[in-house]
């Protein structure tokens, strides 16, 4: 039963962090779950001080805040500054993580409160945290209900703003044109991003979830021309990341985050060498049957 | 030259746009009458992307006004289109031709509502009227740059609307494609739509334009083709460059009172 609960949260994080990840690939935006994860730090310290409790929805809120300003600062420095995107990703997160750890030393020394627990969520631990109701009935993990209704919100974001994310994704300029606001969809996907990454990196830690968001996405890019395949191609690869990385993990007795993030990056180098339309292999088998073909014309 | 109509489709009054305290544009002030073929033209950094820019929106102005139809533009945007540079979007991403011609639908249909088997009839029709019709299904990265060119065009057909901003249609298209858009915008013009070209090439500007915008930083000129394409605004918006103007000159003489192919 453990693992069934470890893998079902682990696919729900999975295709939740990929989906929005796809987008995020196509705006060359990718490190952004990165940024958010690391700046989220201040926020969830500052939401312990203010309120005195380490109630995880207290601190999903501060985190929350804290993420999307992350996101505005750092198309602040973008737009404003005129500053290249990854520079100003860069200059953030580090700034705002940094402001994080001095909150920490100088006012949380005492209490369990450190990069340790809050960067590196432990997986293993979801079937142990349960969700108890006042009447004393055990109703499951609580990681597969936060995650399970972060993964229908961002569904049901996608559903409804499909066109909208699709168009501003692929030609802001034209989208303004048409009167669809950019600065809008992007601060919602923004929105969705910081809401997914931090309440997901509760659950499987940070490094994970990066993985999730970039890696998946990146092969499905590979596999297909179609962005709505592309969506599709990225959750099936989520689920299939969270399965074999489980056992892979339990096979070697490793980390169960590592192993997801390895098999995510072996299927994507799968897919680089093996893609029908773009692999390296494929293109080196692919010339060698038409110089064949060619020699024996 | 600057030569003002009455009941206008586009009036552009005293626009002035500057980036970073430089000014790009300043003081522009036209009218421009509908059903006509627009050719913006001037030297580099002149503003002529700009200044469609501003016009759409999407470069803040610093001071002036633009009326479309006689409204503000946004209240006229279902009907206008805009055809940005060809380089202004990463062909790489995963989409068909068909995908991006859809687009063309997006602010009809507005929010949360998904393109319907009519939407896709119109983009489909609008792929066939650039001959594109072979391509729908074709990643876009696949095609070459006339052909990704041809889909902007198609994207803007899908509008269906009455004024439309092209930036640089031109730019990267061979002889043969370059001859089917200009037809096409002709047919468009026909049926009372107004088509405004930011364009390069001095060569082809009084085959192609009924009307002609001469901009560099200020507005030059802006009338019908016979009075403002004229050597001395010519001189005057290319400020000297000799070897260029003696082309321009042959060039009027060779077109004077040009003869419009039909």
């Known amino acids: 039963m453990d693992a069934f609960w470890i893998i079902l949260s682990g696919s729900l994080v ?84 940094a402001v994080g750890v001095i909150l920490i030393s100088a006012f949380a020394g005492k209490v369990d409160l450190d990069q340790d627990c809050v960067l590196y969520g432990e997986i293993a631990y979801v079937p142990i945290d349960l969700w108890i109701t006042g009447a004393g009935q055990i109703m499951g993990p609580r990681a597969v209900y936060i995650s399970g209704s972060v993964l229908l919100i961002i569904l049901l974001f996608i559903k409804f703003g499909y066109k909208e994310l699709f168009l501003t994704t692929f030609d802001p300029a034209y989208a303004t044109s048409i009167g669809i606001s950019t600065t809008l969809w992007h601060y919602l996907l923004m929105g969705a991003v910081s809401l997914t990454t931090v309440a997901s990196f509760e659950v499987v830690g940070a490094i994970l979830v990066v993985a999730l968001m970039v890696a998946p996405p990146a092969t499905a890019y590979l596999l297909t021309e179609d962005f709505k395949k592309m969506l599709a191609y990225t959750a099936v690869l989520g689920i299939v990341v969270a399965v074999l990385g489980y056992y892979l993990a339990w096979f070697m007795n490793a980390s169960i985050a590592g192993a997801m993030s390895v098999v995510a990056g072996i299927l994507f180098l799968a897919a680089l060498l093996l893609s029908p339309k773009e692999g390296i292999i494929t293109k080196m088998l692919r010339n060698r049957a038409l110089r064949n073909q060619t020699q024996s014309i | 030259m600057i030569q003002h109509v009455e009941n206008p489709v586009l009036e552009i009054h005293d626009l002035t746009v500057t980036y970073n305290k430089k000014p790009v544009l300043w003081g522009i002030d036209l009218t421009l009458p509908a059903g006509s073929l627009v050719g913006i033209i001037g030297p580099n950094g002149a503003g002529k992307s700009t200044l469609i820019k501003s016009v759409m929106g999407l470069v803040p102005s610093g001071s002036g006004y633009v009326r479309v139809f006689d409204k503000t533009l946004d209240e006229s945007r279902g009907r206008i289109s805009y055809v940005p540079q060809r380089e202004s979007v990463d062909w790489d991403f995963p989409a068909s031709a068909l995908d991006i011609v859809l687009m063309g639908r997006y602010g009809k249909l507005g929010l949360f509502k998904r393109p319907r088997k009519a939407d896709y009839e119109v983009a489909e029709d609008c792929l066939r009227k650039v001959g594109m019709e072979g391509f729908k299904n074709r990643q876009i990265s696949q095609l070459s740059g006339g052909q990704q060119q041809r889909v902007f065009l198609a994207r803007a057909l899908a509008q269906e609307a009455d004024l439309y901003f092209m930036d640089e249609p031109f730019a990267g298209v061979d002889a043969s494609t370059e001859k089917a858009i200009i037809q096409l915008l002709r047919e468009m013009t026909q049926k009372g739509k107004t088509v405004i070209v930011v364009h390069h090439d001095l060569q082809s500007a009084t085959k192609y334009f009924n009307w002609i915008i001469l901009l560099n930083m200020r507005l030059v000129a802006s009338g019908p083709v016979e009075t403002a394409f004229t050597e001395a605004l010519l001189q005057e918006t290319y400020g000297g460059k000799l070897t260029l103007l003696s082309d321009v000159s042959d060039l009027v003489q060779k077109n004077q009172f040009p003869s419009r192919e039909k």
């Open chain 1, 14 to 97: 999975a295709v939740s962090c990929g989906l929005l990840g796809c987008y995020l690939i196509l705006r060359k935006m990718a490190m952004v779950g990165d940024a958010i994860s690391h700046a989220v730090l201040p926020g969830i310290v500052l939401a312990f001080l203010i309120s005195g409790s380490r109630n995880s929805f207290v601190m999903l809120i501060g985190a929350g805040l804290i993420g999307l300003l992350t996101t505005f600062l750092i198309e602040f420095f973008h737009r404003k500054a005129k500053l290249q995107s990854d520079a100003s990703i860069g200059l953030t997160f580090t700034w705002l993580f």
